[in-house]
């Protein structure tokens, strides 16, 4: 069969260890023998980054920009250890939050469900989506020690030096510690855009989590503006794809979602995102089943991966010449959610099946018994399992009876 033509490329975003090592074979297998796709490539490696001073990451972020779809390969985040180990000039940060500083977007991470692969939470059958506005609150605030007895105030002071509102916070008569922080309405509206949208394309309904009856202010703010931009906005297209908007208290919200079994989009503020991401990634059993989209505001621009990071331990195994068992469906799902998006924009009928039968293939196989080790483990002792190399044989043989 002749490849499928894609008019307009995605970028391709390489990055660490083993995680690289299977983007080189998803490539290989499962994309370029079925594509006439032009691939705008960037190599965040991390000795990379550091040859271009990181550069190389800022400019990765302005092509998915101006390409609208992008998808990235796990990258290692340098901490002390990994400086030394690859003798860095600093410790550059997260590329991911580099990439999603200049995109302006937010995160949305979502399990894949198979039907024969056992969940901790049994009745989990549907995904939860989880978005995390990643901007502001407590990983922005500034705390402080009280040593001595003493007042701790809040005050707002507008730029022509006038007090605008200043609030005793406590007076303190031992020891004990402080904090504040902030947020901004801009933020919180772009973070409502990408959720509103997201839930709109994907056809589920969407609550929002927060703590408004004791935060009045705050936490109310996000909720009026939510509610302001639903009724404005996206009522109406709600209503036509029969999905609803609410907001609930986070206890509640906790609660539901123990209780629910999926199939909705949960937009937590900063805080609840950071736990509750990984309590859900937890439930649904394996990191390498969970995937992670950012999406700008307006949902034009998207940029895709797997929530895993680049399995370092599989790596060492890896380089010793020994064979691993490492999963790559997360990783194959980037590609196929950023192909999907770059056939909605183009209007590519063919690439849009063929995005759909990657994720088909993946999921078919794995119920036809072939699965790497992380899934086999989670099915039982009974259950094998097939080495990196064979699962892509595997998916490749299956990707050549369709095309
Ligand atoms: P990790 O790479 O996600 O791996 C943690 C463990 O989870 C692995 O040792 C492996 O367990 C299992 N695992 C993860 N993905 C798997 C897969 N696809 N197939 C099979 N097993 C899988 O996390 P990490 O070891 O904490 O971090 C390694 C590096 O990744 C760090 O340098 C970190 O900075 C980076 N990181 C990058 C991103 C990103 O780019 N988005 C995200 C997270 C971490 P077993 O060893 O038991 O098989
Ligand atoms: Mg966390």
Same mark, same amino acid.
């Given at each position: 069969?002749?490849?499928?033509?894609?008019?307009?490329?995605?970028?391709? +975003?390489?990055?660490?260890?083993?995680?690289?090592?299977?983007?080189?074979?998803?490539?290989?297998?499962?994309?370029?023998?079925?594509?006439?796709?032009?691939?705008? $490539?960037?190599?965040?490696?991390?000795?990379?980054?550091?040859?271009?001073?990181?550069?190389?990451?800022? &400019?990765?972020?302005?092509?998915?920009?101006?390409?609208?779809?992008?998808? #990235?390969?796990?990258?290692? @985040?340098?901490?002390?250890?990994?400086?030394?180990?690859?003798?860095? $000039?600093?410790?550059?940060?997260?590329?991911?939050?580099? +990439?999603?500083?200049?995109?302006?977007?937010?995160?949305?991470?979502?399990?894949?469900? +198979?039907?024969?692969?056992?969940?901790?939470?049994?009745?989990?059958?549907?995904?939860?989506?989880?978005?995390?506005?990643?901007?502001?609150?407590?990983?922005?605030?500034?705390?402080?020690?009280?040593? @001595?007895?003493?007042?701790?105030?809040?005050?707002?002071?507008?730029?022509?030096?006038?007090?605008? @509102?200043?609030? #005793? +916070?406590?007076?303190? &008569?031992?020891?004990?510690?402080?904090?504040?922080?902030?947020?901004?309405?801009?933020?919180?509206?772009?973070?409502?855009?990408?959720?509103?949208?997201?839930?709109?394309?994907?056809?589920?309904?969407?609550?929002?989590?927060?703590?408004?009856?004791?935060?009045?202010?705050?936490?109310?703010?996000?909720?009026?503006?939510?509610?302001?931009?639903?009724?404005?906005?996206? &009522? $109406?297209?709600?209503?036509?794809?029969?999905?609803?908007?609410?907001?609930?208290?986070?206890?509640?919200?906790?609660?539901?979602?123990? #209780?629910?079994?999926?199939?909705?989009?949960?937009?937590?503020?900063?805080?609840?995102?950071?736990?509750?991401?990984?309590?859900?990634?937890?439930?649904?059993?394996?990191?390498?089943?969970?995937?992670?989209?950012?999406?700008?505001?307006?949902?034009?621009?998207?940029? @895709?991966?797997?929530?895993?990071?680049?399995?370092?331990?599989?790596?060492?195994?890896?380089?010793?010449?020994?064979?691993?068992?490492?999963?790559?469906?997360?990783?194959?799902?980037?590609?196929?959610?950023?192909?999907?998006?770059?056939?909605?924009?183009?209007?590519?009928?063919?690439?849009?099946?063929?995005?759909?039968?990657?994720? $088909?293939?993946?999921?078919?196989?794995?119920? #036809?018994?072939?699965?790497?080790?992380?899934?086999?483990?989670?099915?039982?002792?009974?259950?094998?399992?097939?080495?990196?190399?064979?699962?892509?044989?595997?998916?490749?043989? &299956?990707?050549?009876?369709?095309?």
């Amino acid at each position: 069969m002749p490849k499928i033509k894609v008019k307009n490329p995605i970028v391709d +975003i390489c990055g660490d260890e083993m995680a690289n090592v299977i983007w080189d074979k998803i490539k290989t297998n499962l994309i370029n023998p079925f594509l006439e796709i032009k691939l705008v $490539k960037f190599d965040l490696s991390i000795k990379n980054r550091d040859l271009t001073n990181d550069k190389i990451t800022h &400019e990765a972020a302005q092509a998915i920009k101006k390409i609208q779809t992008g998808v #990235k390969c796990a990258t290692i @985040t340098p901490d002390d250890k990994r400086v030394s180990e690859f003798n860095l $000039k600093k410790k550059y940060p997260s590329p991911n939050g580099t +990439i999603r500083n200049i995109l302006n977007g937010t995160i949305f991470r979502e399990p894949i469900i +198979i039907s024969n692969i056992p969940r901790f939470v049994t009745h989990w059958n549907e995904s939860m989506i989880i978005a995390r506005h990643a901007f502001g609150d407590i990983y922005r605030s500034k705390e402080i020690s009280v040593n @001595t007895k003493g007042t701790l105030t809040l005050r707002f002071e507008s730029h022509d030096k006038k007090i605008i @509102t200043e609030e #005793k +916070i406590f007076d303190f &008569e031992s020891p004990g510690v402080g904090l504040s922080y902030f947020n901004v309405d801009k933020s919180i509206k772009d973070f409502a855009f990408s959720c509103f949208n997201f839930a709109i394309e994907r056809k589920v309904p969407l609550f929002l989590s927060t703590k408004n009856t004791i935060l009045q202010k705050y936490d109310e703010r996000f909720k009026k503006i939510f509610d302001e931009l639903y009724r404005k906005n996206f &009522e $109406k297209e709600f209503l036509k794809n029969k999905i609803i908007y609410q907001h609930r208290l986070i206890d509640d919200m906790v609660a539901c979602a123990m #209780k629910w079994s999926g199939g909705f989009l949960w937009a937590c503020k900063n805080y609840d995102g950071d736990v509750m991401s990984d309590l859900v990634a937890q439930g649904y059993g394996s990191l390498g089943l969970m995937t992670s989209v950012l999406k700008s505001p307006d949902g034009r621009i998207l940029e @895709t991966e797997a929530a895993h990071g680049t399995v370092t331990s599989h790596y060492k195994q890896h380089i010793k010449g020994l064979n691993t068992s490492t999963n790559p469906i997360a990783s194959i799902f980037a590609w196929s959610r950023a192909l999907n998006h770059r056939a909605t924009i183009d209007k590519n009928d063919k690439l849009k099946k063929f995005s759909e039968d990657l994720e $088909k293939i993946c999921i078919n196989s794995v119920e #036809k018994g072939n699965m790497t080790k992380d899934l086999a483990l989670m099915v039982g002792p009974d259950q094998k399992w097939l080495n990196t190399n064979e699962f892509f044989k595997a998916l490749r043989k &299956e990707m050549e009876s369709l095309y």
